[in-house]
Structures are given as structure tokens and as C-alpha cells.
Nanobody
Framework: QLQLVESGGGLVQPGGSLRLSCAAS????????IGWFRQAPGKEREGVSC????????KYADSVKGRFTISRDNAKNTVYLQMNGLKPADTAVYYC???????????????????????WGQGTQVTVSS
């Protein structure tokens, strides 16, 4: 079955780092652009970062630019989100999603039709607190 599984979340102090992984089964990720999204309590889901199928194009939300890095290892069928300099405002459940649609700079929002057909992972909790 087609499936995405996020991992790597946890509790970290402000200024700390986490590396999230999005591992795929049932699909070959080199055909897919990937998005990372997050949803904090009481807030709408928002785009964090997206990467093209080749890894040649990326997009970051202004709030994470310079702190987060998205990358992919298609040989391992995995996409990563390295998060450095974490802030309490980064606290959220982080989700990854995949699309066969071509990458575009404007697609890194969860309401984009790119993501409607999934798959989406179940999410991993990131909590930044002292």
C-alpha cells in the first residue's frame, strides 16, 4: 500500500535541532515532489518547505528560511527536514505529502490541488519548550 511515514519528532529546547524523515513505501519517491507542512494547536495547517522530484528546486516559508533545510535521498526513498535554531513557535505536528504534479514555487501550501490526492503521512510531533 502507498504510505508515507514521518519520524524524528520530539521535545527539544529552544535553539536545538531535530531532523525529520519522511519515508515512503509503495511508491518510488523520485517521481514525486514532496512537501512538509505543520499544524499547531488552534491554527490552520501551513506549508513549511517543499522540494522538487529531482531535488533541484526548493521552497521555504519565510518563518523558517535560514533555519530549516529540506533534502532528499531518492536511493533511500526518503525526504528529510533538518530543523536548526528551533523556536517555540515551531511547535506543531509536522506532516509530509507527495504529489506527481510538477514543482512550482506557489504550490507549497496545504490547500493547493497538488496535495489533494495524497498521500499524506500521519504526522510527527515537534515540541520546542524550555
Amino acid at each position: 500500500q502507498l504510505q508515507l511515514v514521518e519520524s524524528g519528532g520530539g521535545l527539544v529546547q529552544p535553539g536545538g535541532s531535530l531532523r525529520l524523515s519522511c519515508a515512503a513505501s509503495g511508491i518510488t519517491l523520485d517521481n514525486y515532489a514532496i512537501g512538509w507542512f505543520r499544524q499547531a494547536p488552534g491554527k490552520e495547517r501551513e506549508g513549511v518547505s517543499c522540494i522538487s522530484s529531482s531535488g533541484g528546486s526548493t521552497k521555504y516559508a519565510d518563518s523558517v528560511k535560514g533555519r530549516f533545510t529540506i533534502s532528499r535521498d531518492n536511493a533511500k526513498n526518503t525526504v528529510y527536514l533538518q530543523m536548526n535554531g528551533l523556536k517555540p513557535a515551531d511547535t506543531a505536528v509536522y506532516y509530509c505529502a507527495a504529489t506527481l504534479r510538477l514543482f512550482a514555487q506557489t504550490m507549497c501550501v496545504p490547500t493547493s490541488s497538488h496535495w489533494q490526492n495524497g498521500p499524506w503521512g500521519q504526522g510527527t510531533q515537534v515540541t520546542v519548550s524550555s
